[in-house]
C-alpha cells in the first residue's frame, strides 16, 4: 500500500494546495478526508491563481483520480460553481468522485452559523459562516442528510421534510431569522441532484482497492494540527480532525495504508480568526509581514494575523501526526530581514515547556522563548538547488530539521507551481 498524506502543521494556510498539487502529478489519486468550503486552497500555474474550496488540489491533474471522502461536509452549490470556474479555463473535472457517504451541507446549516456567530460575543470562534460547524454538528446529532439519501430521491425528500422543520424551528424561536421554504429547496436540490449523480461513487471501495492494487493515493485535508476538534486550540477550531488520525476516519482506510505522512509548515507563522496566538507581531511589523506574504485568507479575503515561526506548535504536529517529512513554505518572504527571531519554548511560571497547553488559560500565560538567526537578503525565488541557497537561510531549515527532528524534505522559495528545492523526493 501507498498512502501519502499532506497535513498542516500550524493554524492553516501553511501551503498544502501547492505541495498537494506538485505531489499530484506523480500520484494515481487524490481523496480528500475532512472539512467543506471553509478553507481555501491556492495553486499558482504560469502566473495564473487557482483557488480551490472543495475540489482536491490534484484536479489540475487529469490524470489522477479526485475523490471528495465520507469525513468531508459537502456544499453542493459551491462544488458545482468551482466546476465551472475550471471549466471555463478549459479545465476539465471528468475524473472527480464523490463518495455517497459525504455529509451534504445544506443552506440552513450556513444561515444557522451566521446567526450563531452573530450572537457569540466575546466568545465568538470567528468561523467562516460557512455551515461547518452546524453541518458537524447535525452529523454527529444523526440528523444529517448524505449524498446517498441525495441519490434515492423519496428519502431525501423525506428526510429533508422532518430536518428542515426541526432548523427552521431552531432558526426561528432561538435567533429570530428567517425560515426556509421546503418546496423550493426540494426544487433546488433536484436540479442539481442531475448534475451530481455521474460523480458519486462507493469512495471505501474505491480507495482501498486502489491502495490495494499498490497505486499511489494521496489524502488531502483543510485546515491544520492546532485546528483539530481535540488537540487544536479549543474552542477557537474546526469541527473535524485535519491530522493523519483523521485520514483514517475521513476517508476510510486502515493504518497501515499511510506510507509517507508530510507536514507542512511557513516560515513564519499565521492564523485566522480568534485564539491565542503567541508569537504574534502587531502594528507596522505585523501588517509590513502580512503584505509581504499576501496573507489574506484564500475562501473570505480576511487578514491573517502573521507573527515568527514558533517551533513547539510544529513539533506538536510532529507528536500527533507521526510527521515523516516536513516542508517549508514561503521561505522567500523572510528574505530581506537583518534579524529572525524563532520561538524555541514557552516560559511559564518560571519553567520553559515545549508543548501546546490544552487550556488557554494557561496558554496565554505562555510567554515566548527566542532563538534569533541572522538574515539573508539575496533573491532565492528562481534557486533550484538547496546548496545555492545564503548560508544564513540553510542555516535556518537546518535548525528547524534539528529542533523537530524530522527532515526538512522541500523548501518553497517562490509561490510558483515549479519555485520548490526538493532535498529528498517525496514520492
Not at 478526508?33 to 487529469?62: D, E, M, R
Not at 475524473?95 to 465568538?124: F, N, W
Not at 546548496?387 to 527532528?405: Q, S, W
Amino acid at each position: 500500500m501507498a498512502g501519502y498524506v499532506v497535513v498542516g502543521a500550524q493554524w492553516g494556510d501553511e501551503g498544502k494546495g501547492k505541495v498537494v498539487d506538485l505531489l499530484g502529478k506523480h500520484v494515481d489519486m487524490v481523496v480528500r478526508y475532512q472539512g467543506g468550503n471553509n478553507a481555501g486552497h491556492t495553486v499558482v500555474v504560469n502566473g495564473k491563481k487557482t483557488v480551490l474550496h472543495l475540489l482536491p488540489s490534484g484536479i489540475l491533474n487529469k490524470q489522477a483520480l479526485c475523490v471528495i471522502g465520507p469525513g468531508v461536509v459537502l456544499n453542493l452549490s459551491v462544488l458545482f460553481q468551482e466546476i465551472n470556474q475550471l471549466e471555463e479555463q478549459g479545465l476539465t473535472c471528468d475524473h472527480l468522485r464523490i463518495s455517497d457517504r459525504t455529509q451534504l451541507l445544506m443552506p440552513y446549516h450556513v444561515r444557522l452559523d451566521e446567526l450563531i456567530e452573530a450572537r457569540g460575543g466575546k466568545y465568538k470562534v470567528g468561523t467562516t459562516k460557512n455551515g461547518i460547524g452546524p453541518c458537524y454538528a447535525d452529523k454527529y446529532s444523526r440528523i444529517g442528510l448524505r449524498v446517498c439519501d441525495l441519490v434515492d430521491w423519496d428519502v431525501f425528500c423525506e428526510k429533508l421534510k422532518s430536518t428542515l422543520e426541526i432548523k427552521n424551528a431552531e432558526i426561528v424561536k432561538v435567533y429570530n431569522g428567517e425560515p426556509f421554504d421546503y418546496d423550493a429547496m426540494v426544487e433546488e436540490y433536484r436540479a442539481m441532484r442531475e448534475k451530481l449523480l455521474p460523480m458519486v461513487c462507493d469512495s471505501v471501495s474505491l480507495v482501498n482497492e486502489a491502495l490495494e492494487a499498490d497505486k499511489t493515493v494521496l489524502f488531502e485535508g483543510a485546515q491544520a494540527n492546532m485546528l483539530d476538534i481535540n488537540y487544536g486550540t479549543y474552542p477557537f477550531v474546526t469541527s473535524s480532525s485535519p491530522t493523519s488520525a483523521g485520514v483514517l476516519e475521513g476517508a476510510g482506510v486502515p493504518p497501515q495504508s499511510l506510507k509517507r505522512i508530510i507536514g507542512i509548515s511557513k516560515a513564519y507563522a499565521t492564523r485566522v480568526g480568534e485564539g491565542p496566538f503567541i508569537t504574534e507581531l502587531f502594528g507596522e511589523e505585523g501588517e509590513a509581514l502580512r503584505n509581504k506574504g499576501g496573507e489574506f485568507g484564500a475562501t473570505t479575503g480576511r487578514p491573517r494575523r502573521t507573527g515568527w515561526l514558533d517551533l513547539p506548535v510544529v513539533k506538536q504536529a510532529v507528536r500527533l501526526n507521526g510527521l515523516t517529512d516536513i516542508a517549508i513554505t514561503k521561505i522567500d518572504i523572510l528574505t530581506g530581514y537583518d534579524k529572525i527571531p524563532v520561538c524555541v519554548g514557552y516560559e511559564l511560571n518560571g519553567k520553559t515547556i515545549d508543548y501546546v497547553p490544552a487550556s488557554l488559560k494557561v496558554y496565554g500565560e505562555c510567554k515566548p522563548v527566542w532563538k534569533v538567526f541572522d538574515g539573508w537578503t539575496e533573491d532565492i525565488s528562481k534557486i533550484s538547488k538547496y546548496e545555492d541557497l545564503p548560508e544564513n537561510c540553510r542555516k535556518y531549515v537546518e535548525f528547524i530539521e534539528e529542533y523537530t527532528g524530522v527532515s526538512v524534505s522541500l523548501v518553497s522559495v517562490s509561490p510558483e507551481r515549479e519555485g520548490n528545492i526538493i532535498r529528498k523526493p517525496l514520492i
